[in-house]
């Protein structure tokens, strides 16, 4: 039996309908090279979504620093023992965050780091005399993860409305993308009404990822950030998919000089290799949780590979990477080729609109009258698995087709990339 029949026989996939996997002919990668995956065909494929937007220098790039802390330690817990590797990277993590930034709790995905992130300002807001304040604010189509924590602050009612009597729902505030004009007085009436009664708001900074690759106008998140510091509320940037890189500098947060309270990373934060998040945290929040063991002031959340040495390891790797000379400037430059491929495809008749920031990029699909195209027909789905004969692996958002390719993507690269796109969606919506 070959893998795509056992695999159809054992496993759940996420994210995905059963019915159609097992209908389908499941494409088995067996190597992942560079910027490449190559199947158990030998077919090789332009990685064109990062491995779910996680691979900043190519495949295989930390290979080395992952095997030789393997061998050195692979794991100890961080619940009452520390080492060295989760230490030289928390203090790698402070010196590139934004400033104020001091304190690194681990984790080992997006979710559980915004889940913590939620947690620590809940108790935070209890430990200082604020008890009232325990709701959260979030844009309304966000997406934080899966883990019912970060469900409450998602907007994605197709992922969410069937969690809905599980969750302590969060306030919603017009995304920005979508309501560009209105949305900042929404959230300044929003924190005027309830500004008392919430502990943080919860925002992607600059471009919503999982929302479809929706841009926010420029001057948002910093007017964002300073409302909610004249209403005493916290500010958590979600940078689990902006994080490293990705949309040009280090952090997106910093493009607009904001200081955030909490900055959630994860995917890139391993070079893609391995699962490991981080919290970030200020002084005065930490603080707060500094008291006699007695009081239970103590945050008492953790897991068990919190902090695995090895993922630490390949993070120290991964950040060597991004410090070497000009590393920057290439990403830039790779981003300006992107841009130019992305300003062609926007003259195909089906495509409405573009969005990019950095090396995040949406294609939205309509049809030829600029409606949106029938949701039960899936387009963007066939899309993508028409790019994979082309040589591409994409997976799109509903029917905006995202681009997401390794920062250290050639001119080739992306050349490769934008014809594949390119033919998919000629060959499915001619
Ligand atoms: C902005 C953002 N936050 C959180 C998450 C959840 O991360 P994970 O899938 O590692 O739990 C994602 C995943 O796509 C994300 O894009």
Redesign the pocket.
């Known amino acids: 039996m070959d893998w795509s029949e056992r695999d159809k026989r054992v496993l759940w996939h996420p994210f995905t309908q059963a019915a159609e996997w097992t209908a389908g002919t499941p494409l088995v990668i067996e190597r992942g090279e560079g910027n490449y995956l190559i199947d158990t065909e030998g077919r090789r494929y332009f990685d064109g979504v990062s491995s ?2 996680v691979t900043t220098h190519g495949h295989g790039v930390v290979a080395e620093a992952i095997a030789a802390q393997a061998r050195l330690l692979d794991h100890s817990t961080m619940l009452g023992l520390t080492h060295p590797r989760g230490i030289e990277l928390a203090e790698r993590l402070v010196a590139i965050a934004p400033p104020g930034l001091t304190r690194v709790f681990y984790s080992d ?6 889940e913590i992130a939620l947690k620590q300002a809940f108790q935070y807001c209890a430990q200082t005399g604020q008890p009232q304040r325990r709701r959260f604010i979030h844009l309304a189509e966000s ?5 019912l924590g ?1 469900v409450g602050v998602g907007g994605m009612s197709l992922f969410h409305r069937i969690f809905g009597p599980l969750i302590v729902a969060g306030i919603p505030v017009p995304t920005p993308a979508l309501h560009p004009e209105t949305a900042l007085r929404d959230l300044d009436q929003t924190l005027r009404d309830h500004g008392h009664e919430v502990a943080a708001m919860v925002i ?1 900074p600059l471009i ?3 929302a479809g690759m929706l841009v926010h106008p420029r001057g948002y998140l910093k007017a964002a950030a300073d409302l909610c510091r004249l209403h005493g509320v916290l500010l958590i940037v ?5 994080g490293f890189g990705r949309t040009g500098t280090m952090f997106a947060s910093e493009q607009e000089g904001i200081q955030p309270d909490f900055m ?1 990373l ?2 890139g934060l391993t070079a893609g290799a391995l ?1 490991l ?1 981080a919290t970030l945290s200020t002084e005065r929040i930490f603080q707060a949780f500094v008291a006699p063991r007695a009081e239970q002031q103590t945050f008492f959340h953790g897991h068990t590979f919190t902090g695995n040495p090895i993922a630490c390891a390949a993070a120290l790797a991964n950040l060597d990477l991004m410090a070497q000379p000009g590393f920057f400037e290439k990403v830039n430059a790779a981003a300006a080729t992107m841009a130019e491929h992305l300003a062609r495809l926007r003259a195909l008749p089906v495509v409405h609109h573009v969005r990019q920031v950095g090396m995040m990029a949406g294609i939205e699909l309509r049809d030829i009258e600029g409606t949106p195209l029938p949701a039960d027909q899936f387009f963007g789905s066939l899309v993508c698995e028409r790019a994979r004969a082309h040589g591409v692996i994409l997976r799109p958002l509903g029917d905006v087709i995202v681009w997401m390719p390794p920062l250290t993507s050639t001119v080739d690269d992306l050349a490769l990339l934008a014809h594949a796109t390119r033919a998919a969606i000629e060959e499915t919506l001619p």
């Open positions: 779910l937007w995905s997006g979710s559980s780091a915004v997406y934080h993860g899966d883990t970060a992607e919503q990822g999982a979600d940078e689990v998919a902006t959630c994860a995917k699962p998040a």
